[in-house]
């Protein structure tokens, strides 16, 4: 699972034209990438049983989001994929969005990723590409951009097409308007005489105009969000780590609780009880020879200081921080 960008797509369509948008936008970033078709896995909707409250896992429900999700949260950076039946966000996106709802209880797994949505759809993806870019905001994660095109239009191939006032083509020429970024306007014929004919059928994604070049672009820009955070976060974990040399797990995390005023963690009233409390468990667990449950507690505890760090520094990637200081703790306590 060597990669730091995950793309996924909802189009049941083989290869289809989101696939190829977001495959597009991965290939355009140096960082290893994963492509997910959400099609091809079972992925049910959020049942809202609230199982996954106390431990930021969903275990209500037996289906391949146990294969997804340590994809979903190892990933730095998602790019979303969905199409529009009925001109909204298709279904296994939608419950894709809805089971990282177990990512968001007592810390935000996904904040301080870059996100990016693509939409293809026949007309006005807009609005549905909005919805996903509020979705990052919700999780604290940074929209880097958002491509809107046209897909595969069914009405186009059905064999209706031309006969069919329901579907898009004939009412497209009656009453002018046309697919997302639709080159070949001036080749249409009067509703008349209008026959789907090959040189009219809407083009894929590569042949409309600047989707490509969009695709491309939101693919450096994550690139190079990616790297810039990547900076960051070694000076950050130099800076959180440097002189905090102790064997003693409890020992390093209390160096790191002190350590993280540095970047601005602000306190209130209840917190440092809180905090206290984790540790006084950790403690005693670790009296009772109970390492597991005690390394428990110590996680949630720095969970909780780096998290609260983070808050500060989510522009430069906190969540990382979290996963790096909860490595780093993990293994020195196995080496102790
Ligand atoms: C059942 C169905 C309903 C659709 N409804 C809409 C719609 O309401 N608005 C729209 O713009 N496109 C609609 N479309 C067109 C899809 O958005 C388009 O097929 C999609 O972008 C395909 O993407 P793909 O090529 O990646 O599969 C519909 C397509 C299907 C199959």
């Given amino acids: 699972m060597n990669f730091l960008i995950l793309g996924v797509s909802g189009s049941p369509v083989p290869n289809s034209n989101t696939d190829r948008l977001v495959k597009c936008v991965l290939e355009n970033a140096v960082q290893k990438s994963e492509f997910v078709k959400l099609s091809q896995l079972d992925i049910q909707p959020c049942r809202a049983c609230l199982a996954c409250a106390r431990t930021n896992t969903c275990t209500g429900i037996e289906d391949d989001w146990r294969v997804l999700a340590p994809k979903v949260v190892k990933a730095q950076a998602l790019v979303i994929g969905g199409w529009m039946p009925f001109g909204i966000l ?135 969000t990616l790297k810039r955070d990547e900076e960051a976060r070694t000076v950050l974990l130099e800076n959180l780590l440097s002189g905090v040399t102790s064997k003693n797990p409890i020992e390093m995390l209390l160096a790191l609780t002190e350590k993280s005023h540095l970047f601005g963690w602000i306190l209130n009233e209840h917190e440092p009880a809180k905090l206290l409390s984790n540790l006084k468990r950790a403690e005693a667990h670790m009296e009772r020879d109970e390492k597991g449950e005690a390394v428990q507690e110590l996680l949630m505890f720095a969970r909780e200081v780096l998290y609260r760090t983070g808050i500060s520094i989510r522009e430069n990637g906190s969540a990382l921080l979290v996963q790096e200081a909860r490595k780093a703790i993990a293994d020195l306590y196995e080496g102790s």
């Fill in 90 to 224: 298709d279904s296994r996106t939608k419950a894709f969005l809805e089971r990282t709802f177990s990512f968001r209880h007592s810390i935000l797994l996904n904040a301080g990723k870059v996100g990016a949505a693509i939409v293809t759809g026949t007309v006005n993806p807009d609005p549905v590409a909005d919805d996903i870019v509020e979705y990052f905001k919700g999780e604290g994660i940074r929209p880097m951009g958002r491509i809107v095109a046209s897909g595969i239009d069914p009405c186009w191939s059905c064999g209706l097409g031309d006969e069919c006032v329901q579907g898009t083509p004939v009412p497209m020429v009656r009453s002018g308007y046309r697919p997302m970024r639709y080159p070949y306007a001036d080749r249409l014929p009067s509703a008349d005489e209008f026959r789907i004919t090959p040189d009219i059928v809407p083009p894929g994604v590569e042949n409309q105009e600047g989707v490509i070049e969009d695709a491309r672009r939101l693919g450096k820009l994550i690139s190079t």
